[in-house]
Structure formats: structure tokens, C-alpha cells
């Protein structure tokens, strides 16, 4: 069971945010990367790796407009980010919710994020590894639940996302297709105006 405190980590209600915060290396120095991703609250984390924490300077220099933002999300679990804290992982689900969820964060308000972030789709580029299902998979990561809401965020996002498995127990397949996709989107990358 997810305590209380870290259940809200992953959620956008009220004006509770991550308070703990992960130092990961980065071109730039280090930059804060927020518990969220060790939640399953991946596309709800990205607003702080992005948003806030490029905004109040912590992950200066991270984001330039000449450059492709490559998203790269690796897991065994599908999104869980939330507009409330009806947030529980006690680890009788195969899943941090249920179909028709209303507490569920829309992908399109990730998606729309990423947009504008760096002013259109054409600018950023996602891989997505994870359960391709149907159904749940295991291999030498172990077990890896069916990631809907990945899968529907990479259809969403277009010509510029990709979606791998998991499940092979081997991710060198998987990080080509990633480095494919991201080529492909530079060298359509929109001219800087």
C-alpha cells in the first residue's frame, strides 16, 4: 500500500505538490526529478522535470528551442497520474485504476503540455517502453502490466512516438526504435522562428 503522503506525490489537486525530489545527472549539471516517477505518475512527474523546475531555475538550461525534447519512458506499469488522491497501489490490481476512472488525469492535458512547452508537436519526440499488452507479460524485468494509457498516449501523439515492448527481457531492440524515432523527428525538426 502507497502511503498517504506519497500518494499525493502523484496527484494535482489542491496545492499539495512533490516535496521529495530526486538529484539525477544531466549535460547541464544536475537536475531534480520528481517521486512521481517512482510512482507511476510518469506523464504527471513531467511537469516537474519540465515545467516548474526549468521555470524556478533548478534545471537551468535543460530545454533549448533549437533542440528536440526526447521524452523516453521506461516501465512495467502503466500512467497513474491523477486530478484527486484516489491514488492506492496495495498490489491485489493489475492496475492503479479502473476503466472510465474519473480521476484520472487527461493525456491530452500532457500532451497539450508537452505542445506548448516546446511550441508544437513537431518539437519533442517520445518512446515509450513498456507492457505492449494485451494482458500482462513476464520476462527477466519480471512481470510488466498492460500499459493502456501509455499505449493511447503514443497513438495521440503521432508520427514522432513510439511504442516498445517490455517484455523481451532485453531493451536493445527497444532503445534502437527510440533512437530511430528520435532521428527521424530531427531531421523534420520545424525551423526555429
Known sequence: MVRSEEAVACSGSGSRRP??????????????VPRGLALRCHYW??????GRRVQDGTNVGFLRDDALLAVVVITDQDDCSREDDGFVIDGTRPS???????????????LG?????????G???????AG??????????GDAAEAERKIDF??????NSRLSSICGGDLTSALSEALDTFEAACNIFPPID
Request: glycine share 14%; charged share 10%.
Open 19 to 32: 516535496t521529495q525530489m530526486y538529484r539525477a545527472p544531466s549535460p547541464a549539471g544536475q537536475m531534480l
Open 45 to 50: 512527474a513531467s511537469n516537474g522535470l519540465y
Open 96 to 110: 492503479c485504476y479502473t476503466p472510465g476512472d474519473s480521476g484520472l488525469t487527461p493525456l491530452s492535458h500532457y
Open 113 to 121: 503540455f508537452l505542445d506548448g512547452l516546446k511550441d508544437g508537436r
Open 123 to 129: 518539437r519533442w519526440a517520445s518512446a515509450v517502453i
Open 132 to 141: 505492449p499488452g494485451p494482458g500482462s507479460c513476464t520476462s527477466s524485468f
Open 154 to 159: 503514443v497513438a495521440q501523439a503521432g508520427n
